[in-house]
């Protein structure tokens, strides 16, 4: 299977298929609200108006999964956003990352790039760096910041 494979809900609970991503370069999310990292948000936002006109998205998909920090509705975890960081990026349904009832997204995104202590996602944050061809190319650990990326998808965006 590749990355054009796979169908994920949006916010509001319709499907999507990752096929309307093919040919572009994507950073690939999982956030919660109530984190000590969430104003990373405010960086993912920076980045993706720099560079969404060069075919770049940001797909954030918030997971409850780590100290119940993201506890909210769909609704209510957009509007958070939103409004304290003004999000423009596509935000999905709220996802698990690991166990038996992850987005089988993640268990592909995981087994195509492992963490350091092993493939399992540790914290909100953690980023998946994906190339126009659907490979992943790099994966982030929760406390790397937007900022660091840059570099690494400028290299794309150039190819």
């Not at 609200?33 to 405010?42: A, D, I, K, N």
Request: glycine content about 10%.
């Amino acid at each position: 299977m590749s990355l054009y494979d796979y169908v994920v809900k949006d916010g509001q609970g319709a499907d999507v298929s990752m096929q309307e991503y093919e040919g572009k370069i994507l950073l690939i999310v999982n956030t919660a609200t109530g984190c000590g990292l969430t104003p990373q948000y405010e960086g993912l936002q920076d980045m993706y108006e720099k560079f969404r006109k060069q075919g770049f998205e940001i797909l954030d998909f918030p997971s409850n999964q780590f100290a119940n920090q993201a506890p909210g509705s769909n609704e209510e975890i957009k509007s958070f956003c939103e409004t304290r960081f003004g999000v423009t990026f596509k935000m999905f349904s709220k996802i698990e990352v690991n166990g038996e009832n992850q987005e089988p997204l993640y268990g592909y995104l995981k087994n195509q790039k492992g963490g350091f202590l092993g493939s399992n996602i540790k914290w909100n944050f953690t980023k998946f760096l994906v190339n126009q061809k659907g490979e992943v190319v790099k994966r982030y650990a929760p406390t790397d910041k937007p900022e660091k990326i840059e570099k690494d998808l400028e290299k794309l965006l150039k190819n």
